[in-house]
DNA sequence: ACCGGTTTGTTCTCACGTTCACAAACTCCT
DNA sequence: AGGAGTTTGTGAACGTGAGAACAAACCGGT
């Protein structure tokens, strides 16, 4: 199994995942870090060119995406030298680029797995088809929504997967069933030619050789959150009262 | 501002954050990787113990976990010695151990900012309540909406932020608003005493010193396996057709 | 009581990611 | 044309995380 790690992180990194660190083919090797920085570069650089900036250093790109000047200068010299010393980036020019790196200028075909509150909400998330992706079809075990519309798609049985997915030649498919039912979906897909998965059950997928999954877990991120929380509310309480070091760098 | 990264990735790590790198006050450093997969630890301790599993090994709980052994090991190390050489782990006393460490032993209230498609599905997410967290209030700035009931919580107005957060002694909020209105409701969240929050909207949040911040974000999820994808594609009709190598570790 | 088998906790090594700092290169002004 | 100022791209140092390997510790049988 092989997983599209991200410390995330992170993932924020990705927790779980064995990391092969950098990936490499045709071009040269970008580092997995890198690669999930680059769509909040593209979106901070749409943000850029929806407000009329032609051009931007990497200072004020660093600023729009949260991220360190340095990190970014380095990151976007992965994909080449696009800016331009001594005056910056030309905002079209670099979003194009990256869109191109990343592949969203083509149009990637996802299908929908588990049409509950979460997959209702995800084929309603107008941010997917505005950056690429084309939901072609909306799958559930459960007979008694069937043939029910949501955002314009008709609810299929989940035995319509494998000609759904020959027919769009799918490639990426959306978890979003409870937690028993995932694995066994997740094996469907897999047989059925989907080699990309994200998976918004709260289970560890296994999947074989050259499959990606990447998981979004909604109850971890608050989980990491408390940790940190109830970190903060002992170190109000402590014996010294440190002020606001609520955390001490070792 | 301050992050919890995460590696990811998973974020993974988030991967826009300048990560403290570990955690510390009372108790001893935690790295922050470690912190993120702790909960994917106690989950699967918990489907252990569901089972019907009194014991188990480092082995066992790994695979179930999805990392490796050794990992495990290390990451349980840092809380203490829990295990028992030459047999294992008793189940019920790590899971309480860890889910002491996290903080989810106790209640955490939860706010829960913008009530779309998104906040629709996150207020009726059982995985939340079941895992210490509370959901106390429903806000949204839609006079239309006002009073409607979702998942048994009347939608209130978002100018009730202030005393709803002091009322329950809110630490956490969520933010599942569009883009645009999203800073200015962090704003008044952290105002109102917020100090960690979980954004669900396209945007970097800036916040104070102290108060953390992940974000989960679908759309990034997507592009980078999108990339990878066309990674995959570009080795499948590239040059020397390298059977199943889609990735070189370099 | 002792010994073999098993499993944890920890040390050590290596690779990855982040950040600093600076040389190369470009623009603008004189 | 030349120089001052600015900004990129990159080399190097540092810190963190992952994994292998091993010693310490525990159980059970004889």
Redesign the interface.
């Known amino acids: ?26 071009g040269a ?1 970008i580092p ?2 890198t ?6 570069y ?3 650089l749409t943000a850029l060119a929806d407000a009329g900036t032609t051009t931007c250093s990497s200072e004020e790109l660093a600023a ?5 000047s340095a990190k970014l200068r380095k990151d976007l010299s992965y994909l080449g030298s696009y800016g331009t010393r001594g005056v910056g980036y030309d905002v079209e020019y670099l979003r194009y680029q990256i869109a191109r ?4 200028t ?1 149009d ?1 075909p ?1 299908v929908i797995v588990g049409i ?3 997959g ?3 084929a ?2 107008s ?2 088809r505005s ?3 084309r939901i072609v079809a909306l799958l559930d075990a459960a007979a008694g929504r069937r043939g029910e519309e949501v955002a314009g798609l008709p609810i299929r049985s989940f035995d319509e997967l494998e000609s759904v997915v020959a027919e769009h030649r799918v ?2 498919g959306v978890v979003a069933t409870p937690a028993a039912a995932a694995q066994e979906v997740c094996d469907r897909l897999v047989a059925a030619g989907v ?4 998976n918004f059950a ?1 289970t ?1 997928l ?1 999947v074989p ?2 499959v ?1 999954v ?19 509310a ?2 109000e309480g ?2 010294a009262r440190a002020a ?1 070091a ?5």
């Open positions: 199994m092989r997983a599209t790690g991200a410390a995330t992180p992170g993932s924020p990194l990705d927790p779980t995942a064995s990391v092969p660190a950098t990936v490499a083919v045709g090797a997995e870090a690669v999930a920085r680059l769509p909040v593209l979106r901070a729009a995406a949260g991220v360190n790196e990343i592949g969203v083509q990637w996802v509950g509150n979460l209702h909400a995800l309603n998330y941010g997917f950056r690429g992706f490639a990426i080699t990309s998965i994200l709260p560890v296994a050789e050259g990606d990447r998981k979004v877990d909604l109850s971890i991120e608050l989980q990491i959150l408390a940790f940190h929380e109830q970190r903060k002992q170190a402590g014996a606001d609520a955390e001490v760098i070792a």
